[in-house]
């Protein structure tokens, strides 16, 4: 007996990922449906990083103007920031993204349905009061920021709420140690905010290499934001200003708003999942082979809801990978290995390969390679900012296993480190390249005396 479907594939969710795999999908033939109830583009477009690097950029010009000044600029009064403008001109340009993706899936062939799907069982989708039936259901719902409970929770703010804030703090509390904590505390301070920074840990970004997170605090101080490290919160009080933000030192700070960055979790709530044999972690991640198959035959993941590496290029590439299985010849794969990743602090980090700390728990000799030094840009500026950069060597083979970077540019040096990384570049092959000069990437290819 022949099952009739109404579509070969349907995805809940349009982020990158999602997105990505319909039109694939599409591509090749297949008959394809796309459900999303929030916004098209999913975290990325609309609340992570694209409107946080415009974020990133406003933030960044206060130390421009006082540059500007060692280079002979005169700025007639005092530069201003308007909110408000900031906010709908980065919205706007959101909506407009928001378009291209709509335009995406429809010139693709694939239907979108407006509305929350969730899956009746097997093989089976419904939407708007309607269920239909598809061969394969790709779960691509993504994160979704976490605040745990505890007295003055309902307080705080998610990183979601701060790109549509209705008027910017004169104080704010940010806590959490990771990249959106410490990408949000940066944005505040450079915006004019006094900005605490509160973790319980005592490491920021602690996931990477750390020197160079190191680095990233010491350029964060010196900024004008105030770090409290091994610090707990014990409560959010409402007074008559704000907020009270009582710590376990028994310090309270005063703000007008808290933003909690302490993490994300999968998006797999109330999402129907338990209709199937589809596995889930304790964090509600699902449970996925290289294939990005589940437990249940019919339905995949792939993206931030699988709780691999949170990044939007790499749920591009998981989709890939996945229609390849799915309608091509099964051959992709993707290599979680080398993947460049920056860090939008201020200063900011770039990295790609093994921190420091990995490679001497991977190989036997490493050889590192470090320069600190202040860019070109600051020396007439008159700013304190300054660059940092590591290689580190595994003094066997020769090749380049990690390479850092904490200050300005870093993102777009290291894109270009990486390719060189993933072709298994030797410090040779950068010893043997000649630098682009004056320029802070030459540094790379001139670090000829090992630091340790």
Known sequence: MTVEFDYDLFVIGAGSG???AARMAASKGKKVAVAEDRYLGGT???VGCVPKKLFVYASQFPEFFHASKGFGWTIDGTPSLDWATLRDNKTAEIERLNGIYNSLIDNSGADLFDGRATVAGPNLVTVNGETYRAKNILIATGGWPYIPEFPGS???VSSNEMFSLDKLPKTAVVVGGGYIAV?????????GVQTHLVYRGPQLLKSFDREMSDKVKEGMLVKGVNIHLNTQINEINKTVDGLSVDLHTGLSLDAELVLYATGRQANTANLGL???AVALRDNGSIVVDECFSTAEPSIYALGDVIDRVQLTPVAIQEAMVLVDHLYGDGIAKIDYSDIPTAVFCQPELGTVGLSEEQARSEYADIAVYT?????????LGGGADRITMKLVVDTETDKVVGCHMVGEHA????????????????KAHFDATVGIHPSAAEEFVTMRTQSR
């Open 44 to 46: 990325c477009v609309n």
């Open 274 to 276: 338990e209709n199937t």
């Open 371 to 379: 320069s600190d030094f202040k860019p070109m840009l600051q020396t």
């Open 154 to 156: 309902e307080h705080a």
């Open 18 to 20: 999602g997105v990505r």
């Open 411 to 426: 993102a777009e040096i290291i894109q270009g480190l990486g390719i060189a990384l993933k072709a298994g570049a030797t």
């Open 183 to 191: 990408e949000f505390a940066g944005i505040l301070n450079g915006l």
